[in-house]
């Protein structure tokens, strides 16, 4: 199936440990190019989110971001180090009596020394495996956008697909009208100048022009590119890569075609199939 390469996803979970956010960003990138932004208490499962989004991406840069924040009251509060309060009140009541002054401790200030507040130790572990339950649905929601995303794009493919594919046939059908004229004009040019040709030359000339002129194997070669086309925009894997080595075959035949012109129909050709083909690329670009 044929998928875009720009998405976005986001998912959100609330547990009873706190929430935990997954944003998912991806644009066109040759790679997959991961960057992750993950709150500290989790940065020990980078690794293991990075084999998710390996199993489910291929190309791409994506722009991973984690949101953790967690629940302070059934986090289980705060204990004070009764013993460590106690010592440093102490430890204020002797300077107090050093410097002869009175001055009264406030129990605010006395909750801000460092040590004096115990924070309660959250269990990682259920965070842990919830932020790794929620990355595959953040991701299963970011592949379902890039297929949807696509669909579209191989519809804008295959309109063209089929643009190239008629330019073909009208200019196979062209091809035995163009010689012919191109025959015409010079012995129209011989008729003007009243001369004599010798007509044994002459005719292995015209052959020798016509096989100049020759496109039936560009054609052709432009048929097969177009049916290739068509079946690796079926396949089920990345496709991104042999599109693009696709559209640089189709851009030489087309090449091919403007070289080889006798005629302005051929001309035209040449020209409207680059245009297709530089349209199809951009496309292709954003393809996985």
Same mark, same amino acid.
């Given at each position: 199936m044929t998928k875009s390469m720009t998405a976005f996803a986001r998912c959100q979970s609330s547990e009873a440990f706190g929430t935990l956010i997954w944003e998912l960003r991806s644009v066109n990138h040759r790679y997959l190019d991961i960057h992750m932004r993950l709150p500290d208490?989790?940065?020990?499962?980078?690794?293991?989110?990075?084999?998710?989004?390996?199993?489910?991406?291929?190309?791409?840069?994506?722009?991973?971001?984690?949101?953790?924040?967690?629940?302070?009251?059934?986090?289980?509060?705060?204990?004070?180090?009764?013993?460590?309060?106690?010592?440093?009140?102490?430890?204020?009541?002797?300077l107090n009596a050093i410097l002869h002054q009175s001055s009264v401790i406030n129990v605010v200030d006395i909750l801000k020394w460092p040590g004096v507040v115990k924070e309660s130790a959250l269990d990682m572990k259920p965070v842990a495996e919830a932020s790794e339950a929620l990355l595959k649905q953040a991701l299963a929601e970011l592949v379902s956008n890039r297929e949807r995303e696509g669909a579209r794009l191989k519809d804008l493919i295959v309109q063209r697909c089929?643009?190239?594919?008629?330019?073909?046939?009208?200019?196979?059908?062209?091809?035995?009208?163009i010689r012919d004229n191109h025959r015409q004009k010079i012995l129209l040019r011989f008729e003007e100048l009243k001369?004599?040709?010798?007509? @044994? $030359? =002459?005719?292995?000339?015209?052959?020798? *022009?016509?096989?100049?002129?020759?496109? !039936? %194997?560009?054609? @052709? $070669? =432009?048929?097969?590119?177009?049916?290739? *086309?068509?079946?690796?925009?079926?396949? !089920? %894997?990345?496709?991104g $890569?042999?599109?693009?080595f696709l559209m640089q075959e189709l851009n030489r035949e087309a090449n091919t075609l403007g070289?080889?012109?006798?005629?302005?129909?051929?001309?035209?050709?040449?020209?409207?199939?680059?245009?297709?083909?530089?349209?199809?690329?951009e496309q292709i670009q954003n393809i996985e």
């Open positions: 208490e989790l940065r020990g499962m980078e690794g293991r989110y990075r084999e998710l989004i390996n199993a489910d991406l291929s190309r791409g840069k994506l722009e991973c971001c984690l949101r953790f924040k967690a629940d302070s009251v059934l986090n289980g509060g705060v204990e004070v180090n009764q013993d460590y309060a106690k010592s440093m009140i102490h430890a204020c009541e002797q089929v643009a190239v594919a008629a330019i073909v046939t009208q200019l196979r059908e062209q091809m035995p009208e001369a004599e040709p010798d007509m @044994d $030359r =002459l005719e292995q000339e015209l052959v020798y *022009l016509a096989q100049k002129m020759d496109i !039936d %194997e560009e054609l @052709d $070669r =432009l048929d097969a590119h177009v049916e290739e *086309l068509r079946d690796v925009l079926n396949r !089920d %894997e990345a496709i $890569r042999r599109l693009d070289s080889k012109s006798a005629d302005i129909r051929m001309t035209q050709a040449s020209v409207e199939l680059k245009v297709l083909i530089e349209q199809m690329r």
